[in-house]
């Protein structure tokens, strides 16, 4: 993580991507922590990492899977506690969980080939002399198998204070968006998809009936169940009515509860590493780490739906990215970083926007906010990369002229760069 002072960006009006200011409010809950003695706004893992309390731990994970194994070949798999080993293999999701924790994004973690995961083989094969193949050949297995005591998935305990937060569906109208204190998360299934970097469909995959996946038993997985007896099911959450009128997502899964996720890493927050305490609760919910592979430059391929970041002339990140539309194409040239704005608020000006004319607003921060939770601004005006709302999106809609990436991905790129790093856009 770069420690570099950024110009502020301020009263931005960008093409189609308009935000302005910068608000760094990001709504989280406010419970003192235990570990650290202070008040991050999260529980944190412990006082050696800031991550919060689902952070990954690959040498107890390992160990845990060992000590699985040799319980459940003895007693069955239900005996071996914590130590939960998933009911299938989950080779693509391991390779993708790998490639996330690398640099090499491969968007959406889902278990499946698709262009994202394509891309980042590519990204990996390239950056490790391998014929760029974009599939996870023999080749390409043997160059990850360092990696493969790391498994695809992980269990978890969603911490009790997600209960506390605000969740409040979006409406679709720009004024009533407008009027929202902030564009958070609609619901906690949808927080917990971005935290580690899947969808609520995955997760549910990967917790069939509301346990995880190679637990015994039909019903909901209470918080503490170690036992084989079928725990007692939970209801799923009543919508609600929000001051909008539109009534939030419902949760299948709740606060204190033992699920499955996929193994996703690098997610540590070194304590004093984040200048920014609101940004480092950001960093927390999208299980991004404070230690990132700083960059020269960073390169945009429109037909190749990629950014690329190098150290001098090596590949040492790759993701997918939406860039431009036939209104707002892709600036090809060289551009230089101006400055990060961490939650940006957003400015809707329908002008700008190549919509006529019409009222302008002024949309408040949130991982929901048309820009996501961070924008990179670039010297050419009303241009920038930022996050989105929108993560299954990346690479197969158009953007608005600017370079769109996942929240996850976003928050993690504007760790790699500075004012000095270089921008190509390219055909």
Known sequence: MRHLVFAAVSSLALAACSMSGQDNDTGEETTATADTGSDYGYDTYGENN????????????????????RNASNMGQESAGDAIPDSEERPIMQAQVVLDRIGFGPGVIDGKMGMSTENALRGFQEANDLETSGELDEATKQALAEWDRIPATRIVTIPDNWGEADYEAIPEDTAAKAKMERLGYTSLDERLAERFHTTIDVLKQLNPNGQPAG?????????????SAAPSPTP???ATATATGTATAQSVFRPGQRIRVPNIGGDRIEPGAIGDRNWQRTLASLGVGSDQLEVDRIVVSKAGKTLKAYQGDKLVALFTVSSGSSQFP???????????????????????LGQGDG???????????????????LSKEHYGIHGTPDPETIGRAQSSGCVRLTNWD???????????????FEA
């Not at 637990?215 to 036992?227: I, K, L, N």
């Not at 600036?331 to 700008?352: F, K, M, Q, R």
């Not at 976003?410 to 190509?424: E, F, K, N, P």
Request: charged share 15%; net charge negative; proline share 8%.
């Open 410 to 424: 976003a928050a993690r790129l504007a760790g790699m760069v500075s004012q000095s790093t270089r921008v190509i």
């Open 330 to 352: 892709l600036p090809l040239g060289e551009w230089d970083i101006e400055g990060e704005a961490y939650n940006p608020t957003y400015s809707y000006d329908p002008e700008v």
């Open 50 to 69: 800031l991550a919060d309390t689902m952070a990954s731990d690959d040498s107890a994970a390992m160990r845990d899977s060992a000590q699985a194994g």
């Open 236 to 238: 799923t959450a009543t």
């Open 215 to 227: 637990m015994s038993g039909q019903g909901t997985a209470s918080p503490a169940s170690t036992s």
């Open 359 to 377: 009222e302008t607003y002024s949309l408040p921060a949130g991982p929901n906010s048309p820009v996501g939770v961070v924008w990179i601004d």
